[in-house]
Protein backbone atom coordinates (compact mmCIF):
# COMPACT_ATOMS: atom_id res chain seq x y z
CA UNK A 1 0.00 0.00 0.00
CA UNK A 2 1.21 3.51 -0.77
CA UNK A 3 0.08 6.84 -0.19
CA UNK A 4 -0.69 10.53 -1.41
CA UNK A 5 -0.56 13.72 -0.01
CA UNK A 6 -3.50 15.92 -2.22
CA UNK A 7 -2.98 19.60 -1.26
CA UNK A 8 -5.69 21.84 -1.66
CA UNK A 9 -4.50 25.26 -3.70
CA UNK A 10 -5.71 29.09 -3.08
CA UNK A 11 -5.78 31.88 -6.60
CA UNK A 12 -3.64 34.79 -5.60
CA UNK A 13 -4.97 35.90 -9.08
CA UNK A 14 -7.81 34.90 -11.15
CA UNK A 15 -8.78 36.98 -14.18
CA UNK A 16 -10.93 36.01 -17.19
CA UNK A 17 -9.80 37.25 -20.73
CA UNK A 18 -11.96 35.58 -23.20
CA UNK A 19 -14.20 33.08 -24.57
CA UNK A 20 -12.85 30.46 -26.32
CA UNK A 21 -14.23 28.16 -29.09
CA UNK A 22 -14.88 25.36 -26.84
CA UNK A 23 -17.62 27.11 -24.60
CA UNK A 24 -14.69 27.47 -22.04
CA UNK A 25 -13.46 31.39 -20.97
CA UNK A 26 -9.82 31.60 -21.13
CA UNK A 27 -8.54 32.41 -18.29
CA UNK A 28 -5.06 33.56 -16.34
CA UNK A 29 -4.68 32.46 -12.73
CA UNK A 30 -1.67 32.72 -10.15
CA UNK A 31 -2.30 29.75 -7.90
CA UNK A 32 -0.26 28.08 -5.17
CA UNK A 33 -0.73 25.11 -2.96
CA UNK A 34 -1.53 25.36 0.99
CA UNK A 35 -1.06 22.80 3.74
CA UNK A 36 -4.59 21.86 4.04
CA UNK A 37 -4.96 18.17 2.20
CA UNK A 38 -6.96 15.19 1.43
CA UNK A 39 -4.80 11.19 1.63
CA UNK A 40 -5.13 8.64 -0.73
CA UNK A 41 -4.38 5.13 -0.08
CA UNK A 42 -3.57 2.65 -3.31
CA UNK A 43 -3.79 -1.05 -2.68
CA UNK A 44 -3.35 -3.69 -5.41
CA UNK A 45 -6.33 -6.56 -6.03
CA UNK A 46 -6.46 -9.32 -7.39
CA UNK A 47 -10.48 -8.66 -8.95
CA UNK A 48 -9.57 -6.14 -12.20
CA UNK A 49 -11.79 -3.14 -10.76
CA UNK A 50 -11.45 -0.05 -9.32
CA UNK A 51 -12.84 0.35 -5.95
CA UNK A 52 -13.43 3.57 -4.45
CA UNK A 53 -13.92 4.27 -0.62
CA UNK A 54 -13.97 6.96 1.52
CA UNK A 55 -14.58 8.48 5.12
CA UNK A 56 -16.86 11.60 3.74
CA UNK A 57 -20.48 10.95 3.50
CA UNK A 58 -20.78 13.53 0.54
CA UNK A 59 -18.03 12.64 -1.96
CA UNK A 60 -19.43 9.73 -4.43
CA UNK A 61 -17.54 6.08 -4.63
CA UNK A 62 -17.95 5.91 -8.68
CA UNK A 63 -17.20 7.09 -11.92
CA UNK A 64 -19.05 10.63 -10.52
CA UNK A 65 -15.97 11.16 -8.55
CA UNK A 66 -12.45 12.50 -10.60
CA UNK A 67 -10.42 9.72 -8.63
CA UNK A 68 -12.59 6.86 -10.22
CA UNK A 69 -12.17 8.94 -13.04
CA UNK A 70 -8.21 9.59 -13.00
CA UNK A 71 -7.73 5.54 -12.31
CA UNK A 72 -10.03 4.41 -14.93
CA UNK A 73 -8.68 6.76 -17.86
CA UNK A 74 -4.94 5.54 -16.82
CA UNK A 75 -6.34 1.62 -16.91
CA UNK A 76 -7.44 1.88 -20.19
CA UNK A 77 -5.21 3.75 -21.66
CA UNK A 78 -2.24 1.79 -20.77
CA UNK A 79 -4.32 -1.60 -20.77
CA UNK A 80 -3.57 -2.19 -16.96
CA UNK A 81 -5.24 -5.94 -15.93
CA UNK A 82 -4.08 -5.06 -12.45
CA UNK A 83 -6.89 -4.21 -9.49
CA UNK A 84 -6.49 -1.72 -7.14
CA UNK A 85 -8.25 -0.18 -4.27
CA UNK A 86 -8.47 2.82 -3.33
CA UNK A 87 -9.00 4.96 0.01
CA UNK A 88 -10.01 8.68 0.73
CA UNK A 89 -9.28 10.30 3.88
CA UNK A 90 -11.12 13.82 2.60
CA UNK A 91 -10.25 16.89 4.80
CA UNK A 92 -10.69 19.50 2.25
CA UNK A 93 -14.33 21.17 2.33
CA UNK A 94 -15.89 20.15 -1.00
CA UNK A 95 -17.04 22.37 -3.55
CA UNK A 96 -14.89 25.46 -1.93
CA UNK A 97 -12.67 26.79 -4.61
CA UNK A 98 -10.08 25.06 -3.14
CA UNK A 99 -9.52 22.40 -6.06
CA UNK A 100 -10.06 19.25 -3.32
CA UNK A 101 -11.08 17.16 -6.56
CA UNK A 102 -8.97 18.07 -8.75
CA UNK A 103 -5.57 17.67 -6.48
CA UNK A 104 -7.59 14.22 -5.36
CA UNK A 105 -7.39 13.59 -9.33
CA UNK A 106 -3.64 14.63 -9.50
CA UNK A 107 -2.81 12.70 -6.33
CA UNK A 108 -4.07 9.44 -8.32
CA UNK A 109 -2.08 9.93 -11.23
CA UNK A 110 0.92 10.47 -9.15
CA UNK A 111 0.16 7.32 -6.84
CA UNK A 112 -0.86 4.83 -9.73
CA UNK A 113 2.17 5.86 -11.61
CA UNK A 114 4.19 4.53 -8.92
CA UNK A 115 2.14 1.56 -8.26
CA UNK A 116 1.40 0.33 -11.75
CA UNK A 117 5.35 0.88 -12.61
CA UNK A 118 4.13 3.45 -15.37
CA UNK A 119 6.98 5.80 -15.40
CA UNK A 120 5.49 8.89 -16.33
CA UNK A 121 6.81 11.93 -16.14
CA UNK A 122 5.06 14.96 -14.94
CA UNK A 123 4.33 16.69 -18.79
CA UNK A 124 2.51 13.25 -19.43
CA UNK A 125 0.95 12.85 -16.48
CA UNK A 126 0.15 16.76 -16.82
CA UNK A 127 -1.57 15.98 -20.13
CA UNK A 128 -3.60 13.33 -19.27
CA UNK A 129 -4.86 15.41 -16.05
CA UNK A 130 -6.20 18.08 -18.25
CA UNK A 131 -8.82 15.64 -20.50
CA UNK A 132 -10.03 15.49 -16.79
CA UNK A 133 -10.53 18.70 -15.04
CA UNK A 134 -8.88 22.12 -15.81
CA UNK A 135 -6.68 22.31 -12.53
CA UNK A 136 -6.09 18.74 -12.73
CA UNK A 137 -2.58 19.59 -14.23
CA UNK A 138 -1.72 22.27 -11.64
CA UNK A 139 -2.15 19.83 -8.88
CA UNK A 140 0.07 17.37 -10.56
CA UNK A 141 2.73 20.00 -10.32
CA UNK A 142 1.78 21.96 -7.17
CA UNK A 143 4.15 24.84 -6.06
CA UNK A 144 3.45 28.34 -7.43
CA UNK A 145 2.45 28.97 -11.11
CA UNK A 146 0.51 30.94 -13.49
CA UNK A 147 -2.55 29.04 -15.25
CA UNK A 148 -3.41 29.77 -18.55
CA UNK A 149 -5.88 28.35 -21.44
CA UNK A 150 -8.76 26.80 -19.45
CA UNK A 151 -6.14 26.69 -16.59
CA UNK A 152 -4.59 23.32 -18.14
CA UNK A 153 -1.58 25.30 -19.82
CA UNK A 154 1.05 25.72 -16.81
CA UNK A 155 3.95 27.86 -16.02
CA UNK A 156 5.83 27.84 -13.45
CA UNK A 157 6.61 30.97 -10.99
CA UNK A 158 9.14 31.73 -8.33
CA UNK A 159 7.46 29.81 -5.27
CA UNK A 160 5.19 32.03 -2.90
CA UNK A 161 7.27 33.10 0.67
CA UNK A 162 6.67 31.38 3.53
CA UNK A 163 3.53 32.56 5.52
CA UNK A 164 -0.02 31.60 6.66
CA UNK A 165 -3.81 31.12 5.34
CA UNK A 166 -6.69 31.62 7.55
CA UNK A 167 -9.53 29.92 5.32
CA UNK A 168 -13.17 30.15 6.34
CA UNK A 169 -15.81 28.30 4.43
CA UNK A 170 -19.74 29.05 4.69
CA UNK A 171 -21.48 25.37 4.80
CA UNK A 172 -22.55 26.35 1.55
CA UNK A 173 -21.81 24.89 -1.95
CA UNK A 174 -20.95 27.21 -4.95
CA UNK A 175 -21.27 25.70 -8.41
CA UNK A 176 -18.35 26.88 -10.73
CA UNK A 177 -20.03 26.83 -13.67
CA UNK A 178 -23.39 29.10 -12.42
CA UNK A 179 -20.40 31.66 -11.37
CA UNK A 180 -19.05 31.28 -15.08
CA UNK A 181 -22.41 31.43 -16.84
CA UNK A 182 -23.19 34.48 -15.05
CA UNK A 183 -19.99 36.39 -16.42
CA UNK A 184 -20.07 39.20 -17.99
CA UNK A 185 -16.51 39.33 -19.16
CA UNK A 186 -16.61 41.48 -21.38
CA UNK A 187 -18.24 43.91 -18.67
CA UNK A 188 -15.13 43.51 -16.28
CA UNK A 189 -13.56 47.11 -15.63
CA UNK A 190 -10.70 46.20 -13.13
CA UNK A 191 -8.75 43.37 -14.10
CA UNK A 192 -5.68 41.26 -12.00
CA UNK A 193 -2.35 43.17 -11.99
CA UNK A 194 -1.17 39.43 -12.84
CA UNK A 195 2.42 40.85 -14.09
CA UNK A 196 2.67 42.97 -11.06
CA UNK A 197 1.91 39.77 -9.24
CA UNK A 198 4.82 37.27 -10.93
CA UNK A 199 7.36 40.11 -10.45
CA UNK A 200 6.12 40.38 -6.75
CA UNK A 201 6.90 36.76 -6.57
CA UNK A 202 10.31 37.35 -7.51
CA UNK A 203 10.98 39.77 -5.53
CA UNK A 204 9.64 37.85 -2.17
CA UNK A 205 7.84 40.53 -1.65
CA UNK A 206 4.70 39.63 1.02
CA UNK A 207 3.15 42.86 1.24
CA UNK A 208 3.15 43.54 -2.55
CA UNK A 209 1.57 40.11 -3.22
CA UNK A 210 -1.01 41.05 -0.11
CA UNK A 211 -2.14 43.83 -1.51
CA UNK A 212 -2.58 42.19 -5.28
CA UNK A 213 -4.71 40.04 -4.67
CA UNK A 214 -7.15 39.73 -7.27
CA UNK A 215 -10.34 37.50 -8.35
CA UNK A 216 -12.71 38.77 -11.05
CA UNK A 217 -14.93 36.32 -10.29
CA UNK A 218 -15.81 37.91 -6.71
CA UNK A 219 -18.56 40.28 -7.83
CA UNK A 220 -20.64 37.19 -9.75
CA UNK A 221 -20.23 35.04 -6.40
CA UNK A 222 -21.28 37.88 -4.34
CA UNK A 223 -24.18 38.59 -5.72
CA UNK A 224 -25.61 35.23 -6.07
CA UNK A 225 -24.24 34.60 -2.90
CA UNK A 226 -24.53 37.73 -0.07
CA UNK A 227 -23.28 35.75 2.53
CA UNK A 228 -19.78 34.82 0.93
CA UNK A 229 -20.21 39.17 0.95
CA UNK A 230 -20.35 39.43 4.28
CA UNK A 231 -17.72 36.63 4.85
CA UNK A 232 -15.40 38.56 3.10
CA UNK A 233 -16.03 41.86 4.78
CA UNK A 234 -15.63 40.13 8.41
CA UNK A 235 -12.38 38.59 7.18
CA UNK A 236 -11.38 42.40 6.30
CA UNK A 237 -12.22 43.49 9.43
CA UNK A 238 -9.81 40.83 11.18
CA UNK A 239 -7.10 40.75 8.54
CA UNK A 240 -7.25 44.28 7.21
CA UNK A 241 -5.35 43.39 3.94
CA UNK A 242 -4.65 40.09 1.95
CA UNK A 243 -8.10 38.87 1.57
CA UNK A 244 -9.40 36.98 -1.27
CA UNK A 245 -12.01 34.65 -2.46
CA UNK A 246 -10.78 31.59 -3.73
CA UNK A 247 -11.62 30.46 -7.40
CA UNK A 248 -15.56 31.04 -8.13
CA UNK A 249 -15.91 30.48 -3.72
CA UNK A 250 -17.26 30.19 -1.25
CA UNK A 251 -14.30 30.00 0.51
CA UNK A 252 -12.56 33.72 1.92
CA UNK A 253 -9.05 33.19 3.09
CA UNK A 254 -6.49 35.96 4.60
CA UNK A 255 -2.94 35.57 3.65
CA UNK A 256 -0.58 36.58 7.11
CA UNK A 257 2.95 37.05 7.32
CA UNK A 258 3.17 37.08 10.85
CA UNK A 259 1.80 33.99 13.46
CA UNK A 260 1.29 36.77 15.85
CA UNK A 261 -1.94 37.81 13.69
CA UNK A 262 -2.86 34.45 12.73
CA UNK A 263 -4.77 33.90 16.01
CA UNK A 264 -6.71 37.33 16.06
CA UNK A 265 -8.09 36.40 12.60
CA UNK A 266 -8.96 33.00 13.45
CA UNK A 267 -11.01 33.49 16.68
CA UNK A 268 -12.70 36.56 15.17
CA UNK A 269 -13.81 34.15 12.50
CA UNK A 270 -14.82 31.67 14.67
CA UNK A 271 -17.82 33.27 16.29
CA UNK A 272 -20.10 33.00 13.36
CA UNK A 273 -18.45 30.49 10.76
CA UNK A 274 -17.45 26.91 11.63
CA UNK A 275 -15.19 26.05 8.63
CA UNK A 276 -12.16 27.92 9.72
CA UNK A 277 -8.54 26.30 8.91
CA UNK A 278 -5.46 27.77 9.78
CA UNK A 279 -2.49 26.55 7.39
CA UNK A 280 0.75 27.24 5.73
CA UNK A 281 1.53 27.91 2.71
CA UNK A 282 3.31 25.31 0.24
CA UNK A 283 4.88 27.50 -2.16
CA UNK A 284 7.77 25.02 -3.83
CA UNK A 285 6.56 22.16 -6.59
CA UNK A 286 6.09 18.56 -5.72
CA UNK A 287 8.84 16.27 -6.25
CA UNK A 288 7.13 13.56 -8.24
CA UNK A 289 10.27 11.53 -9.26
CA UNK A 290 9.11 7.97 -9.54
CA UNK A 291 11.68 5.88 -6.47
Not at 88 to 112: C, M, Q, Y
Not at 113 to 139: H, K, T, Y
Not at 161 to 180: E, H, N, R
Request: net charge neutral.
Amino acid sequence: MIWEKASAKINLTLDVVGKRDDGYHQVEMIMTMIDLADRISFEKIDEDDIILESNSGIVPNDEKNLIYKAASLLKSRFHIKQGIRIYLEKNIPVAAGLAGGSSDAAATFRGLNRVWQLALSDEQLMELGAEIGSDVPFCIKGGTALAMGRGEKIKMLDPIPAGWVVLAKLPISVSTKDIYQNLRYKEITKHPQTDKMIQALKTNDFRLIQNLLANVLEEVTFSLYPEVNYLHHEMKQFAENGVLMSGSGPTVYALVDKESKVNRIYNGLKGFCKQVYVVRLIGTPLDNSVQ
